[in-house]
C-alpha cells in the first residue's frame, strides 16, 4: 500500500464548476502538505502548501487538511479552461532538515469550454 | 530569470547502453534534487544534494544509477546498462536554502528516456 493514495481521474468539469481534488495517506508523521500543478510535458510547480490541519485560500484556490482522518483536499472555484493539468499531492515528514517529498499519483482534470 | 534546465529534453537509449542526464539548477540554489516520473505516476525520490554533498541516495533504485554534482552547481544522473524498468521522466528540482518551512523546490521541464 502506497503512503499517498490519490484518484488518478481524470476528472472533466464545464468550465466555472467547483472542482474538488483529494489525498488520503497512511502516515502520522506527515505535517506539511502541498499541492502541485503539471502540465503536460512540464515540470511541477507549487501551488499551495499547508501546515497542520485547517484551510488556506489564495485566490480561487483552498487547501484544506484534516490530519485526524489523513485526508487532504483541494479546491478550485470557478474552474477555467488553463486549469486542465494534473494536479499532484505532496507532503514531507518534518520542517527541519531534509525529508523527502512523497508524491502522490496524480489526478487529471479537465475543464471544457 | 532563468530556472531549471535539463537536457537532452527526450533520450532513446538501447538496453545496457549508459545514459547521463543534466540539471542545471537556478544560480545560487544550495538544495538540488532528483525525481523518477513513470508514466501515470508522481515524482518518486531519487536523491538529493546540498551543494556538492549528496546527502540522501537512499531513492536510487540500483548501484546502476550514479548522481553528482561536483561543483555545487550542475549535476548529472547517470544510469549505467539502462534497463527498460528505466524508462520515465527523470525530474530534477532545484531550492534556495537548505531546509525551512516555506523551501519551495522549482522542478526543471524532465528528461523523458525511452529504453529500447
Known amino acids: 500500500q502506497k503512503e499517498v493514495e490519490q484518484d488518478p481521474g481524470p476528472l472533466s468539469v464545464p468550465e466555472g464548476a467547483i472542482v474538488s481534488l483529494n489525498c488520503t495517506y497512511s502516515?502520522?508523521?506527515?505535517?506539511?502538505f502541498m499541492w502541485y500543478r503539471q502540465y503536460s510535458r512540464k515540470g511541477p510547480e507549487l501551488l499551495m502548501y499547508t501546515y497542520s490541519s485547517g484551510n488556506k485560500e489564495d485566490g480561487r484556490f483552498t487547501a484544506q487538511v484534516d490530519k485526524s482522518s489523513k485526508y487532504i483536499s483541494l479546491f478550485i472555484r470557478d474552474s477555467q479552461p488553463s486549469d486542465s493539468a494534473t494536479y499532484l499531492c505532496a507532503m514531507r515528514k518534518g520542517l527541519t532538515g531534509f525529508q523527502k517529498l512523497v508524491f502522490g499519483t496524480g489526478t487529471r482534470l479537465l475543464v471544457s469550454p | 530569470g532563468a530556472g531549471v534546465s535539463q537536457s537532452p529534453r527526450y533520450k532513446v537509449a538501447k538496453r545496457g547502453q549508459d545514459v547521463a542526464l543534466r540539471c542545471d539548477p537556478i544560480?545560487?540554489?544550495?538544495?538540488l534534487f532528483w525525481y523518477q516520473q513513470a508514466l501515470g505516476q508522481g515524482p518518486e525520490f531519487l536523491t538529493y544534494?546540498?551543494?556538492?554533498?549528496?546527502?540522501?541516495k537512499s531513492g536510487l533504485p540500483s548501484d546502476r544509477f550514479f548522481a553528482e554534482r561536483p561543483e555545487g552547481s550542475v549535476s548529472t544522473l547517470k544510469i549505467q546498462r539502462t534497463q527498460q524498468e528505466d524508462s520515465a521522466v527523470y525530474l530534477c528540482?532545484?531550492?534556495?536554502?537548505?531546509?525551512?518551512?516555506?523551501?519551495?523546490?522549482?522542478f526543471g521541464p524532465g528528461t523523458r528516456l525511452t529504453v529500447l
Open positions: 544534494f546540498q551543494n556538492e554533498a549528496q546527502l540522501d
Open positions: 528540482a532545484s531550492s534556495p536554502r537548505t531546509s525551512g518551512d516555506t523551501d519551495t523546490q522549482y
Open positions: 544560480s545560487g540554489h544550495v538544495s
Open positions: 502516515n502520522s508523521a506527515f505535517q506539511y
